[in-house]
């Protein structure tokens, strides 16, 4: 589970590591905000630390990447907008959504020349969860 980094800014540095086939071509490295929004959901500006690609990425995204991987609890409601599910999370058979959504597939597209990286993160509390079985 990641916990997400609110505080980001111009500068800050992070690994890029989309998950998926349609990201499979984004480079895995590190990459530093070079342009930030001016709405929540309007795209950061990112670009590679030793390389020349650049990505346009939401900024809720940026928030996840610079966040950190933490251990999750059970029987804890977490805020999707404090906390998103992160590598095989979903899968787990203890992992259970409020509202049965899930964490979107990593993607890919371009505007015009420009590309950006994007993913609908859950829009609802989640949590883990043991049966009494």
């Not at 309007?42 to 630390?49: A, F, G, L, M, N």
């Not at 609890?73 to 590598?87: I, K, L, N, T």
């Amino acid at each position: 589970m990641r916990k997400l980094n609110h505080d980001v800014k111009v500068g800050d540095r992070f690994l890029l590591n989309p998950s998926g086939w349609q990201c499979a071509n984004v480079p895995h490295e590190e990459f530093e905000i070079v342009e930030m929004p001016e709405g929540y959901f309007d795209d950061c500006k990112i670009k590679q630390v030793n390389g020349d690609a650049t990505y346009y990425i939401r900024l809720g995204n940026v928030e996840y990447f610079c966040g950190e991987e933490v251990e999750h609890e059970y029987g804890v409601a977490y805020d999707h907008e404090d906390y998103q599910p992160s590598g095989s999370d979903e899968s787990d058979t203890d992992f259970i959504t409020k509202e049965g959504d899930e964490f979107g597939f990593w993607y890919l597209g371009h505007r015009g020349s420009q590309e950006y990286i994007s993913s609908t993160m859950l829009q609802t509390q989640f949590a883990w969860v043991k049966m009494p079985w």
